[in-house]
Nanobody
Framework: QLVESGGGSVQAGGSLRLSCAAS????????LAWFRQAPGKEREGVAI????????YYSDSVKGRFSISQDFSKNTVYLQMNSLKAEDTAMYYC??????????????????WGQGTQVTVS
């Protein structure tokens, strides 16, 4: 089970931090990622962190502005979003996955999804 929090409304240029709490088993045995989906658009992978937290990857659209991290003591993964733009407006989802598709940030690689948290940038 994945439970996101931290979404909200912010002005362009502002910051938000999303949190995703996972079960210990999910947290320790899957890579974790953040996806987003804007109305009328496909779900887009924005950031991934490896199972042991050793490596991260970001989509070009958020590179340099977003940062993914994890707290093993809390089984929680975070997405720090800085310099937010209007085009970052979307529903943001936390996901856990395994395998090649997961590491390539393809939604098909993720078997566990949170309920989503809305981010609106104006």
């Amino acid at each position: 089970q994945l439970v996101e929090s931290g979404g909200g409304s912010v002005q362009a240029g502002g910051s938000l931090r999303l949190s995703c709490a996972a079960s210990e088993v999910t947290f320790s045995s899957h890579c974790l990622a953040w996806f987003r989906q804007a109305p009328g658009k496909e779900r887009e992978g924005v950031a991934i962190i490896s199972r042991r937290g050793g490596s991260t990857y970001y989509s070009d659209s958020v590179k340099g502005r977003f940062s993914i991290s994890q707290d093993f003591s809390k089984n929680t993964v975070y997405l720090q979003m800085n310099s937010l733009k209007a085009e970052d407006t979307a529903m943001y989802y936390c996901a856990a996955g395994r395998g090649v598709d997961a590491h390539l940030l393809r939604p098909s690689g993720y078997g566990y999804w949170g309920q989503g948290t809305q981010v609106t940038v104006s």
